[in-house]
């Protein structure tokens, strides 16, 4: 875990000041992010174990046989998971970036499967369904729940480390620590789903576990980068971050009306990007001059800036000695360097869209740019995939839109901790992987075949 974690997660306590929410308490069981915690009280009578993948320190996770989880609230559905993905925000994890991340953790936030078993409270699911499940885990009765902003749910987390760091508690999500409620993940052969009527969507026949698959994050989440920011007809539109995410918010920038999407990356999926989006512009920054920038650079393409830029690729990653060295030492957890970049790319009042994960606290972050300029800086937020889930399924259904677009590979649960360091370091062309186990179908028309990567 970086040192700006570590001191973010000892210094924030809760009734510091300026956590000004109220305290919400969870209504559901939090923090089993491994049946193995406590098997008498999470793990399946039976004595079953299931294969599954877990966080075991900074740049290690590992394939583990652990217990297979038991219903444990009313509302759960134990799911056999059929597909599941590595996200680009699970490298987070990975470097150990994110806070309340504890060794032994099931990992994955992205996956689908069929129904084996439903609580006392499920009415809407039964054993056998197809389905898909949302990342975020939703209450469906909270006023954000309400309102269709399921990601601000005020029941399923109860991380005061977040209360104090964010201002409020947000939603649990699936595989992604502690500070997002300790709920397991979903690279395993089952996952146990709170509030499965909620945050479970049944998948059509038509829909294969490929497709499918992405309405768990994907497809949401580069909606909701769209629509939340805002891009209208004939805007031009700049995005920082090539990965699938990116590419799918290009596409939906583009079916929003946008006259020009540029793309702001620096490797190989700028080249992969422009053969699945031929009209797609594409700028690799690092062959900008630095006296230009990539502010000037983009202001050289659009003259007086881009209308809308969106980030896509997320705090994590410094370009500069300066920020790698502020925190390295602790001095804040994530880079200005690309809001910065953006703010200064688009035209006076243009609209600035913050969807890739920011975690803390930046320095050298150009306030006055912003005031002075008038530019709208949006945080997106995580996407409440619920909100989008039935237009985004019949734009598949439609073929609208093609999910298998940034899909390159398909693997087993054994070769995910390979796949993780292939993906963190952009290698073997990995966009965008399907994880197998052993109750997923065959692959569907189109889709990769199952293939091993290279050790």
């Known amino acids: 875990m970086n040192t700006a974690a570590n001191i973010t997660e000892r210094v924030l306590r809760p009734g510091q000041e300026g956590a000004s929410a109220p305290a919400q308490g969870p209504d559901v069981t939090t923090d089993i992010s491994n049946p193995a915690r406590d098997t008498s009280k999470y793990a399946d009578p039976s004595g079953e174990t299931m294969k599954a993948v877990v966080w075991q320190g900074a740049n290690k996770v590992e394939l583990v046989e652990t217990n297979k989880p038991k219903i444990v ?35 994955g936030h992205e996956f689908c499967g069929k129904v084996e078993s439903v609580g006392a409270d499920v009415r809407d699911l039964q054993p ?6 949302s990342f975020h885990i939703a209450c469906g009765r909270c006023r954000y729940c309400q309102e269709g902003l399921t990601t ?53 026949q038509d829909v294969p576990d490929e497709k499918g698959l992405y309405l768990s994050d994907v497809l949401g989440t580069a909606y909701h980068c769209v629509k939340d920011t805002g891009i209208n007809k004939g805007n031009t539109v700049a995005i920082w971050g090539m990965g699938p995410i990116g590419l799918f918010v290009a596409v939906f920038a583009f079916k929003a009306g946008a006259s020009r999407v540029i793309a702001v990356d620096n490797n190989w999926r700028l080249a992969y990007a422009k053969s699945k989006i031929p009209n797609l512009e594409i700028l690799d920054y690092s062959t900008v001059p630095a006296k230009k920038g990539v502010s000037g650079a983009i202001n ?56 890739g994960v920011y975690a803390g606290f930046t320095n ?20 409440p995939i619920q909100k989008y889930w039935k237009d985004l399924l019949k734009m598949i259904q439609n073929n609208e839109i093609d999910p298998l677009m940034t899909l390159t590979h398909r693997i087993s649960l054994e070769d995910v901790p390979t796949a993780y360091t292939k993906y963190d370091k952009k290698l073997e062309g990995i966009v965008k ?23």
């Not at 993905?85 to 699970?90: A, E, Y």
């Not at 800036?305 to 410094?318: F, I, M, N, T």
């Not at 992987?433 to 050790?455: H, I, M, N, W, Y």
């Open 364 to 383: 050298h972050f150009n306030i006055g740019a912003l005031m002075e300029r008038g530019v709208r800086l949006i945080g997106n937020g995580q996407a």
């Open 152 to 204: 601000m749910c005020d029941k399923t987390s109860g991380s005061e480390v977040q209360n104090t760091l964010h201002g409020s508690r947000l939603a649990g999500t699936f595989g992604y620590s502690h500070l997002m409620g300790g709920f397991a993940g979903g690279q395993a052969e089952y996952v146990r789903v709170p509030y499965a009527d909620m945050n479970l969507l049944k998948l059509p």
């Open 73 to 107: 609230d009313g509302g759960d559905v134990i799911l056999k998971v059929t597909g599941s993905s590595i996200c680009g925000s699970d490298l987070h994890l990975y470097h150990g970036s994110i806070i309340q991340l504890q060794k032994g953790d099931i990992l």
């Open 128 to 133: 056998g369904d197809r389905v898909v499940a």
């Open 433 to 455: 992987v399907f994880v197998e186990t052993k109750f997923s179908d065959p692959p569907s028309a189109g889709a990769p075949r199952l293939a091993q990567l290279a050790q």
């Open 300 to 355: 050289e393409l659009v003259p007086g800036g881009v209308d809308v830029a969106l980030e896509c690729a997320a705090g994590e990653y410094p370009k500069g000695w300066l920020h790698a060295a502020e925190m390295a030492l602790g001095l804040e957890t994530d880079t200005s360097e690309i809001l910065n970049e953006m703010i200064l790319s688009v035209r006076k009042f243009g609209r600035c869209g913050i969807t």
